[in-house]
């Protein structure tokens, strides 16, 4: 059973990390695209809006898509002067606890308000409020949708490595959301090991 | 029970129960927005919110995911991020030491100069004083600095970036305070307002941020004089001594060129802050590749760290959209606007009483989280009592800035603490930060007594 | 629902405007007063202006998925939800004011707008309308056609496609960041709606050729949204009063226009140094033929609905221009010519 939570939680992480290398190249993509737009501006005297359009939307795709590979890394910022020096067993409770209580509510509610939204985007194929900007605006409407379902995945995994830390199997958690050890864990050990 | 009351009382609960549960230490946007949940859902159960309120995320959501203004976000943060890993910050700072080098309080001078030219370009605090911390710290406890002196321009240094523009954190307040300003103005029956924009914001930032590194500089500068002990000068050794003239041209001058030229062309008015940025990250990316380093690696490296930085500043504000949410509609809003317009005092007081909680926010939070929560709650009700936004707006970032300085809570003393050598005591870190906190609280009382310092040349360049 | 069971209702409205944004901002206020105040407080409508719970352009969504029960906005915002709804806003060298409220009440426009917006589960309702607007704010003079190549120009709408072909570069930005573009050059011009709203804008710090009539904007309806199912439960009498506040409303903001326009333009004059033009009437030509030729586009859409908008609108306007120039403008003509007070 244990094998099996350890799996799925590195099943999604897989998935995150993967989404986390591909998406992450749409920063580089947003770069060259404004430039590109700026040097037709200054330099040519031309514009396009569905340029101007694009960069911004790639924008918009690349902080929601990754945001799941950014929790599986841990670089949601968190105030850390309690969590940090903490046992790993009271960091997955604190991790149990807010995955639980607040990330997958909130990803609930956001997939709940975000499914008929962009259904509706989808059914008249919506595209830029601009004239003559980009089409296709259900696509990045569609990434609210994405954005919540892979943090909620994330959350998932995260349950996932609580539960196997809980369990006294900390060995099991895939390397890639190992909590880091702390000056706490040694005390602990050592005070185990005097049993 | 009036429902009307019952909504501001949950509203105010709600602010000091997400305090209480940032504590915990799970991740602050989902704990912001979770929390911001139950709140609404007792807000339901007490029939004083409406649950398809929420329907307006998606809507909000949208809105930031198209917003020219917040694209210069990720430019900027792609164009620091590339010259940190290009290492050409760290030769900007090298050479810059060799070039003061022999001056005692030198090495220190250059720290502050470059600090102030790239930090925080990025705008997390954490980041800017980890990359200032290892690259700076051994080379100053090296040259035989006074630890005391060494950390405490460090920290200074790596949080001063947020103000002295380009900033991350002034182009999101720019966003905000110009949303709120338009609306503020209509509402008081001012027809003809001056809009308020992210690069008058810049403008605003700038002398300011000179401002502060003067101060550091004339206190280095002091050191240097009263206590030469502490900040020895560092001989430069001859065959280095004659390269010195070509390193300052390869090293020192592209850089510099380029941080002018997106600075000018925003403030110059000739672009915006976000197609300046694209300039700059492209700039970037062309420095690096003139120093063959712009290899596929960097650039792997400089977009993820771009897109997840990116990601985690949206991320906060997507989950403050929640409170937001709930806080107005649950009459937060009226909350705040009757506790600031009745203290005794009027305006002034009022600032001093919003600042006061910035601070200690501070304590717990970064820069992001803070301004994303309070500037919308308490800028409408300050701009209607006549504050300047931009000054608003600049004070805010020297304040939070202060905010992280201060022991024993200052953020940006934990990030050092977490990169400085181990036998560097804590008590060095929080002994030689005092006297930067010192220049602050007088920067701050000096913004205060000027606000021109802030208003003149916005007002120069609109004409 | 409960709600009406008890008597006391309140509706969320969101608008596209500012809160006391001159005629507009101001005219969705009002209009939400006024059903408060002729219902008795059994509907009370609570105002949310632009950004307040959702960013402006999501008015509509924010209706459409039960988040307010009603927008105050422009139908051609939505023109990416059917290029239809463009025409219950104005389209360029389209209907004056008097003729588009003639198409929507009596023409047949209402009914096809409540086809469109039946698709969302929406009623549109015409809340008010600026009268024609003012062709834009120019850093340089316009000598002739020549000099709008590669100009800068923010316009939205089919207003932008017009210019478009006329060979500007047109962007679409929102109405706050228009300033700090067009002073930092990323505009060369812009338009916005006229003197009573650009005076608050301050695009004549900036730009000192203001030029006028608009061609492509020539008397622009502002509407108000309801949610139709919502509507439809409700007691008739608050149905009836929903529509003729709309309509009261409709008046009152023409009205607003049409007293402070003038006064705005004198300020701006008088006091700020702006310079009134005409457009070179090359540009006026070339405007009418590019904006036949959109509309021809709208004319020949394969979206049957669009189709039928536009051979509405255009049959309309063959009947009402008519009128409008045989009398009406004769008339003005007359006046500026021989009436002097
Ligand atoms: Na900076
Ligand atoms: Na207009």
Redesign the interface.
């Known amino acids: 059973m244990l094998r099996l939570i350890a799996l799925l939680a590195s099943g999604i992480c897989r998935i995150n990390w993967l989404i986390?290398?591909v998406?992450?190249?749409?920063?580089?993509g947003?770069?060259?695209v404004?430039?590109t737009?700026?040097v037709q501006?200054?330099v040519f005297?031309?514009?396009f809006?569905w340029m101007?359009?694009l960069?911004?939307?790639l924008?918009?795709?690349?902080?929601?898509a990754?945001?799941g590979?950014?929790?599986m890394?841990d670089?949601?910022?968190?105030?850390?002067?309690?969590?940090?020096p903490?046992r790993i067993r009271t960091?997955a409770l604190?991790?149990l606890?807010?995955?639980v209580?607040?990330?997958l509510?909130?990803t609930g509610?956001?997939l709940?308000?975000?499914l008929?939204?962009?259904r509706?985007s989808w059914s008249?194929a919506?595209?830029?409020?601009?004239?003559?900007g980009m089409p296709g605006?259900y696509i990045?409407?569609s990434?609210?949708i994405a954005?919540a379902a892979l943090l909620a995945l994330q959350g998932v995994a995260l349950i996932c490595r609580s539960v196997l830390v809980l369990a006294g199997r900390r060995d099991l958690v895939p390397a890639a959301i190992r909590y880091p050890e702390t000056g706490a864990d040694a005390e602990a050990a050592a005070i185990e090991g005097m049993h | 029970m009036d429902p009307v009351l019952i909504g501001e009382i949950l509203a105010g609960l709600m602010f000091f129960g997400i305090i209480g549960f940032l504590l915990l230490g799970y991740p602050v946007a989902f704990t912001l927005a979770g929390v911001s949940l139950m709140f609404g859902a007792v807000g339901w159960f007490f029939g004083v919110f409406d649950p398809s309120n929420f329907g307006a995320l998606p809507n909000r959501y949208i809105g930031f995911m198209t917003s020219e203004v917040l694209v210069a976000v990720p430019l900027f943060i792609f164009m620091g991020v590339m010259l940190e890993r290009s290492r050409i910050a760290e030769q900007l700072l090298l050479t810059m030491g060799k070039l003061f080098g022999n001056l005692r309080g030198g090495l220190g001078i250059s720290v502050i100069l470059v600090g102030a030219m790239l930090a925080a370009s990025t705008g997390v605090v954490g980041a800017t004083v980890v990359t200032m911390g290892l690259i700076s710290l051994p080379a100053m406890l090296r040259a035989g600095y006074d630890p005391k002196l060494s950390t405490g321009v460090i920290c200074a240094s790596g949080t001063l970036g947020q103000i002295v523009p380009p900033s991350t954190v002034l182009i999101f307040m720019g966003d905000m305070l110009s949303g709120i300003n338009s609306q503020v103005q209509m509402a008081k029956g001012n027809y003809a307002p001056v809009p308020v924009s992210v690069g008058d914001l810049f403008a605003g930032a700038l002398l300011p941020g000179f401002m502060l590194v003067g101060l550091y500089l004339a206190y280095t500068i002091f050191k240097a004089i009263t206590d030469p002990e502490s900040c020895p000068a560092t001989p430069v050794p001859a065959e280095e001594k004659a390269n010195l003239l070509r390193e300052v041209f390869s090293a020192l001058i592209p850089p510099l060129l380029l941080i002018l030229a997106v600075l000018g062309s925003i403030l110059g008015g000739i672009a915006t802050p976000t197609e300046a940025a694209s300039v700059g990250a492209v700039g970037a990316m062309v420095l690096a590749a003139l120093r063959w380093r712009l290899s596929f690696t960097i650039l792997r490296e400089t977009v993820i760290a771009t897109a997840t930085i990116t990601s985690m500043v949206f991320i906060v504000l997507l989950g403050a959209s929640v409170f937001s949410v709930v806080f107005r509609l649950m009459g937060g809003d009226n909350l705040v606007h009757e506790f600031l317009s009745t203290l005794p005092g009027g305006r002034l007081m009022a600032v001093a009483m919003v600042m006061a909680i910035m601070f200690l926010l501070g304590f717990i939070l970064d820069t992001f989280e803070i301004i994303f929560i309070v500037i919308p709650i308490t800028a409408p009700v300050l701009l209607m009592m006549d504050v300047d936004p931009i000054w608003l707006g600049v004070l805010v970032g020297v304040n939070l800035q202060t905010s992280f300085l201060t022991p024993p809570f200052g953020f940006a003393l934990f990030y050092l603490r977490g990169v400085a050598p181990p036998d560097l005591p804590t008590w060095a870190i929080y002994r030689g930060i005092i006297p930067f906190v010192g220049l602050q609280i007088l920067a701050i009382a000096l913004l205060f007594a000027f606000p021109g310092i802030v208003t003149w040349l916005p007002r120069l360049i609109a004409g | 629902a409960p709600a009406i069971a008890q008597g006391n209702i309140t509706w969320r409205m969101v608008t596209t405007w500012p809160k006391n944004f001159p005629g507009l901002g101001v005219g969705a206020q009002r209009l939400a007063d006024r059903i408060t105040a002729a219902s008795g407080g059994r509907l009370t409508v609570q105002v949310y202006s632009a950004g307040e719970l959702v960013p402006p352009l999501q008015s509509l969504d924010a209706v459409i998925d039960g988040t307010a029960e009603m927008s105050h906005g422009a139908a051609y915002y939505w023109q990416n939800k059917s290029p239809a709804l463009s025409f219950f806003t104005g389209v360029p060298y389209g209907m004056t004011t008097g003729e588009l409220t003639a198409w929507v009440r009596f023409m047949g426009g209402q009914e096809i707008w409540d086809e469109i917006y039946d698709q969302f589960g929406v009623q549109g309702f015409l809340s008010g309308n600026t009268g024609n607007q003012t062709g834009g704010w120019f850093r340089d003079e316009l000598t002739s056609l020549e000099s709008v190549k590669g100009l800068r120009f923010r316009t939205p709408g089919l207003g932008g496609q017009v210019w478009e072909k006329l060979g500007a570069t047109v962007t679409n930005m929102a109405a706050g960041e228009i300033f700090q573009a067009l002073q930092s050059g990323t505009l060369d011009a812009a338009e916005f709606v006229g003197p009573y709203n650009d005076l608050a804008l301050g695009f004549h710090q900036v730009a000192k050729n203001y030029y006028m009539p608009s061609f492509v904007e020539p008397g622009l309806a502002t509407e108000l949204v309801v949610d139709k199912t919502k509507y439809q439960e409700l007691p008739a009498d608050l149905q009836a009063i929903i529509r003729d506040v709309s309509q009261a409303e409709y008046d009152q903001v023409s009205a607003d226009f049409i007293a402070n326009d003038p006064r705005a333009l004198k300020t701006l004059v008088e006091d700020h140094g702006v310079q009134v033009r005409d457009f070179p009437a090359d540009i006026m030509e070339a405007g009418a033929k590019a904006s036949k030729e959109v509309l021809d586009g709208l004319l020949g859409s394969d979206d049957p609905l669009v189709k039928k908008t536009a051979e509405s609108f255009v049959d309309s306007l063959k009947i009402t221009r008519v009128r409008t120039e045989r009398i009406d403008s004769k008339f003005q003509e007359a006046r500026e010519l021989y009436l002097d007070l």
Not at chain 1, 23 to 28: M, R, T
Not at chain 1, 75 to 84: E, G, P
Not at chain 1, 126 to 132: D, I
């Open positions: 986390g290398q998406f992450s190249w749409l920063s580089l947003i770069v060259l404004c430039f737009v700026v501006r200054y005297g031309v514009s809006l101007q359009d960069y911004i939307w924008s918009g795709a690349m902080f929601t990754v945001a590979f950014a929790l890394r670089d949601h910022v968190r105030v850390d002067i309690f969590y940090r903490a960091r604190v991790d606890f807010g995955t209580l607040f990330l509510p909130f509610v956001v709940i308000y975000s008929p939204f962009v509706r008249y919506e595209g830029s409020a601009n004239v003559g605006l990045l409407k990434f609210i954005f």
